[in-house]
């Protein structure tokens, strides 16, 4: 691909982005920046998703004006980030991000001193060089996320080929994909985001580098590859982009632990019970329910935790086992991808709660149901159990326990005389029958 300096304009009539599609606040900001005496345009997903008639996620805008002086004109701004510095101007729930044209990454050595300082692999480290719009184009990772919309001119300005690649469906890295993957490894997760997303195709040069260059990833940091991560797994296509990061060699530097159990397995029911969870995750998205990142993670790693806790439970109750299991596989997991607290707290919930659904003596399963965390574990049950776990027997006796009136809640329970009946560890694969006789209901 040529460097050109000179843009392709496509001016408003050729093109189908329109004011009345672009948030108010988005332009708000671009009118006062103007105002100032800055240049302001859209760019980035907001322009792509546009182009593709599709609505934004958010509304990117790049400017000449500098972070400080962004950060004086709004009163609602937020300088943000060291290796990338941001202002974030906040309106209620919205935030419109605004980034000072950058220039180019220079690999070669006048980097440091221009202020890019990139590691021994040529990985960028800091990225504070400010430049001229069309720096800013050749610096940004794909042709599709590099179009301008300009709100002086209500033009589109493509400098890399952009809109060609748009129209042919292509995800194509600007410059030369090995150089560009080293500066920034996490482009090869986003070139699978933007692929499972979107429904385009990586170019074939753009494609080629990823299997041999997947390693890179893990010299970035846990707490940006956990931001990754969600977006690749919360944003309503899980199911393609799992599929596409473990055929492009990708999943296996993320969750190493999960590939390894996927491999022994394949097939089998841990890729059922992680396909089930990110498909239900997609569909829970789609209708705009919330998801968690704790119930993605309590699937993600479960195979891991389950066949860890099969090799303790001969020494210690499955409970013990399951926790110690999970104490080893997250504490090898944070090596990969962060985990905050708040996250990781609940994700065990779920995972110790699983051998409590078994305890259906006395008053036990009583006590269970009113905890906090019942609705989630009992979800993850679920998905066990239609994954093909020899837990179906149970998850029909808490679906049916769980929709009785509180007052015929007691009938169901075991007594404390009859242990055998309530605890047996193996449970018949079908036809399971509850205590009442009647076999029990699914829905
Ligand atoms: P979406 O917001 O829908 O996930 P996006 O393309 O807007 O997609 P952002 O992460 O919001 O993605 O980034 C905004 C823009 O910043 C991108 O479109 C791209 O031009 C640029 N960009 C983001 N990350 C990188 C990167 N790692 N390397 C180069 N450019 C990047
Ligand atoms: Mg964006």
Known sequence: ?????????????????????????????????????????????????????????????????????????????????????????????????????????????????????????????????????????????????????????????????????????????????????????????????????????????????????????????????????????????AVQTFELLRLHGLFRHLFPATERCLRRESGGFPRTLLTRALDSTDRRIAVDKPVTPAFLYAALLWEPVRARAACLVGASSESDAIQQAADEVIAAQLRHTALPRRFSLPMREIWALQPRFEERIGKRPLRLLNHPRLRAAYDFLLLRAEAGEDVQEIAQWWTRFIALEEGDREVELVPEAAPKDGKRRRRPRRGGKGRSGTAAPQD
């Open 1 to 237: 691909m040529d460097q050109t300096l000179t843009p392709t304009v496509i001016p408003r009539a050729e093109h189908c982005i329109s004011r009345s599609k672009i948030s108010p606040n988005a332009l708000k900001v671009m009118y006062r920046l103007r105002a100032a005496g800055f240049r302001a345009c859209l760019v980035g997903g907001g322009v792509r998703d546009l182009l593709l008639g599709r609505e934004p996620k958010d509304f990117d805008i790049g400017t000449d004006a500098h972070p400080e002086e962004v950060y004086r004109l709004f009163r609602n701004c937020r300088l943000i980030g060291r290796r990338f510095r941001l202002a974030h101007v906040q309106f209620g729930d919205e935030i419109i991000e605004v980034a000072t044209f950058r220039a180019q990454t220079p690999d070669d050595e006048e980097s440091e001193a221009r202020g890019v300082l990139t590691d021994d692999e040529g990985r960028i480290l800091r990225d504070n060089v400010y430049g001229t719009i069309e720096d800013d184009a050749f610096r940004r990772d794909f042709t599709i996320n590099a179009l301008y919309y300009d709100v002086e001119t209500f033009a589109v300005l493509d400098y890399v080929g952009g809109m060609a690649d748009l129209e042919a469906g292509v995800i194509r890295l600007i410059g030369d994909p090995e150089q560009r993957y080293r500066e920034d490894p996490v482009r090869m997760l986003r070139a699978i985001r933007f692929a499972a997303k979107l429904g385009l195709r990586i170019h074939a040069e753009t494609e080629a580098p990823i299997h041999a260059f997947g390693h890179l990833l893990r010299d970035i940091s846990p707490a940006r590859l956990f931001d990754e991560v969600l977006k690749l797994f919360l944003a309503g296509h």
